[in-house]
């Protein structure tokens, strides 16, 4: 199964399966290129969020006009934070941003819940990485990667390269079937 892509400078599509590495600054605006990826040929989509709570997840999908009825929101951050949660049948919560068992069990759960074209983010490696350390989170991504593939769907993960040495982010590059490059000026190149 073939997904649209809609990321400028890109192939039209990606086969099911594929894993985007999407290298960026720190203050880069991601948020466009994550969006515009969730919302196109896609009938279902997770978002695992390191970074910020489900309610700006769900804040940042609907300033983007991205359909929430598609939406899945993991929130690794409220509960370490002692924040209110709002529990939904569409907003699941780990215990913080190094539980990465959960996250990985939680990213298999959608899969196997879940039908038709899927689509999976992961913002960010970088937040995960600060939380647990890189190893363990190189192994996490590598296990979502695997059942993106077994499950025909993709994903897209976030990695700022500001925060990481020039060899942890090689090492990253490599295990993904594609980079999608971000610069400061918000100029995108995608080597797939």
């Known amino acids: 199964m073939d997904y649209a892509l809609a990321v400028e400078n890109g192939p039209e599509t990606i086969p099911g399966g594929t894993g985007l590495l999407l290298v960026h600054p720190s203050i880069g605006e991601t948020d466009r290129i994550d969006t515009d990826f969730l919302k196109t040929d896609t009938d279902a989509f997770l978002v695992v969020s390191t970074r910020t709570t489900a309610r700006e997840v769900e804040q940042k999908l609907e300033y983007y006009d991205v359909d929430e009825e598609k939406a899945t929101i993991l929130d690794t951050l409220s509960v370490e934070r002692g924040y209110s949660r709002r529990s939904s049948d569409d907003v699941y919560y780990v215990s913080a941003p190094d539980d990465l068992d959960g996250v990985v069990d939680r990213v298999e759960r959608f899969l ?68 999608i490059s971000l610069d400061g000026d918000g100029d995108v190149d995608v080597d797939l």
Request: net charge negative.
């Open 112 to 179: 196997k819940e879940t039908e038709g074209k899927r689509r999976v983010s992961v913002d960010s490696l970088t937040e995960m990485a600060y939380y647990a350390d890189d190893d363990a989170v190189y192994e996490a991504a590598a296990e979502i990667l695997d059942l993106l593939k077994a499950h025909d769907a993709v994903g897209i993960f976030h990695l700022s390269e500001e925060v990481h040495e020039v060899a942890t982010l090689d090492r990253f590059r490599e295990l993904f079937d594609g980079v």
